[in-house]
């Protein structure tokens, strides 16, 4: 519940993934700061299924997504992780505004939706294009994702990749789990680890090195 805690003090937050809230997106819609935001928002959401789905005669997401590693760690299908998604921007944030691939936010201090793919590099590319100077990146298997520019926090809750891929991993919530922490204090640990970070740690990417970058390609990725 970060965002939660966050964007009452006044932040710019983000969040995106277009292709990962399909099989949610009335509850996406629904967390729009108004209809009209909402409208729009479905609009941009309806043009990607469009231009993937429709334009490459495909009935489903198989082997994007969901991706063969989310179903190797548990998920069955898209609808699971869209509510995944969502569960991101925690349980009373709204998006105030839609934002184009790498677009700067123009609507105040607040939580916007960018457009943007759910590979991670690009997703991370783009969103730092966008002017946002911090990355929180929760991974269920270990994505080992950094950037040249910003650093990149991970967060896991998975005993397994905690356990082998710790130097890899920021904040530890695999507490939520085991019922010994809560969704509370999950969120001030990961607060904490956005300070600390904001005034010289290296997040785990940042010190073993790691600088993906990719550039989005002339046509939408998934």
Same mark, same amino acid.
């Not at 349980?91 to 201090?109: H, M, V």
């Given at each position: 519940?970060?965002?939660?805690?966050?964007?009452?003090?006044?932040?710019?937050?983000?969040?995106?993934?277009? +292709?990962?809230?399909?099989? /949610?997106?009335?509850?996406? #819609?629904? $967390?729009?700061?108004?209809?009209?935001?909402?409208?729009r928002w479905y609009k941009m959401w309806k043009a990607y299924l469009d231009d993937v789905i429709e334009a490459n005669k495909v009935d489903?997401?198989?082997?994007?997504?969901?991706?063969?590693?989310?179903?190797?760690?548990?998920?069955?299908?898209?609808?699971?992780?869209?509510?995944?998604?969502?569960?991101?921007?925690?349980?009373? +944030?709204?998006?105030?505004?839609? %934002?184009?691939?790498?677009?700067?936010?123009?609507?105040?201090?607040?939580?916007?939706?960018? =457009? +943007? +793919?759910?590979?991670?590099?690009?997703?991370? *590319?783009?969103? /730092?294009?966008?002017?946002?100077?911090?990355?929180?990146?929760?991974?269920?298997?270990?994505?080992? !994702?950094?950037?040249?520019?910003?650093? !990149?926090? #991970?967060? *896991?809750?998975?005993?397994?990749?905690?356990?082998?891929?710790?130097?890899?991993?920021? !904040?530890? !919530?695999?507490?939520?789990? $085991?019922? =010994?922490? *809560?969704? =509370?204090?999950?969120? =001030?640990?990961?607060?904490?680890?956005?300070?600390?970070?904001?005034?010289?740690? %290296?997040?785990?990417?940042?010190?073993?090195?790691?600088?993906?970058?990719?550039?989005?390609? %002339?046509?939408?990725?998934?």
């Amino acid at each position: 519940n970060m965002y939660d805690k966050l964007l009452p003090e006044g932040i710019y937050g983000v969040f995106g993934e277009t +292709s990962e809230i399909t099989g /949610a997106e009335h509850i996406a #819609k629904a $967390r729009a700061i108004n209809p009209e935001v909402g409208e729009r928002w479905y609009k941009m959401w309806k043009a990607y299924l469009d231009d993937v789905i429709e334009a490459n005669k495909v009935d489903d997401l198989s082997e994007s997504q969901p991706t063969k590693g989310n179903i190797e760690g548990g998920l069955t299908t898209i609808e699971e992780k869209a509510l995944g998604n969502l569960e991101k921007i925690g349980r009373t +944030s709204k998006y105030i505004d839609i %934002l184009e691939p790498a677009e700067q936010p123009k609507s105040g201090k607040g939580l916007y939706f960018m =457009d +943007s +793919s759910s590979a991670a590099a690009e997703c991370v *590319t783009l969103m /730092a294009a966008g002017g946002y100077v911090v990355h929180t990146f929760p991974t269920g298997q270990g994505n080992i !994702v950094g950037n040249p520019i910003v650093p !990149v926090i #991970k967060i *896991t809750a998975n005993p397994r990749t905690l356990r082998t891929m710790s130097e890899h991993i920021d !904040v530890d !919530v695999t507490g939520i789990l $085991r019922r =010994d922490m *809560t969704i =509370d204090q999950a969120g =001030d640990a990961l607060i904490d680890m956005i300070v600390r970070t904001a005034n010289g740690r %290296l997040a785990a990417a940042e010190a073993l090195g790691h600088r993906e970058f990719v550039m989005t390609k %002339l046509y939408r990725s998934a």
